[in-house]
């Protein structure tokens, strides 16, 4: 069973800089598909981004441009650059690894966007 560690949440000022990474308790699998989800106080939580072992990436519409998901195979972990932070980014995020039909999450880590 993959465990998944998240870091590097915290408080931040509208405009300003977070990279969230996401460590892996095992070598992850050509198949796995590493993801960010968050989710706001009173809402559902939804996909930020997704990357593939090969380094494909989606992004939720309203972070593109700003974040950039990365991952490094050889340390088995994600790496979720967050750049010109708005207050509605505000959320707990999550890391996830889907291997074919499990899913695998982090505890989530809160970041919070002072206007």
């Known amino acids: 069973q993959v465990q998944l560690v998240e870091s590097g949440g915290g408080l931040v000022q509208a405009g300003g800089s977070l990279r969230l990474s996401c460590a892996a308790s095992?070598?992850?699998?050509?198949?796995?598909?590493m993801g960010w989800y968050r989710q706001a106080p009173g809402k559902q939580r939804e996909l930020v981004a997704t990357i593939t072992a090969g380094g494909s990436t989606n992004y939720v519409d309203s972070v593109k441009g700003r974040f950039t998901l990365s991952r490094d195979n050889a340390k088995n972990t994600g790496y979720l650059q967050m750049n010109s932070l708005k207050p509605e980014d505000t959320a707990v995020y999550y890391c996830n690894v889907k291997r074919y039909l499990q899913d695998y999450w982090g505890q989530g880590t809160q970041v919070t966007v002072s206007s």
């Open positions: 095992e070598k992850l699998f050509s198949i796995d598909v």
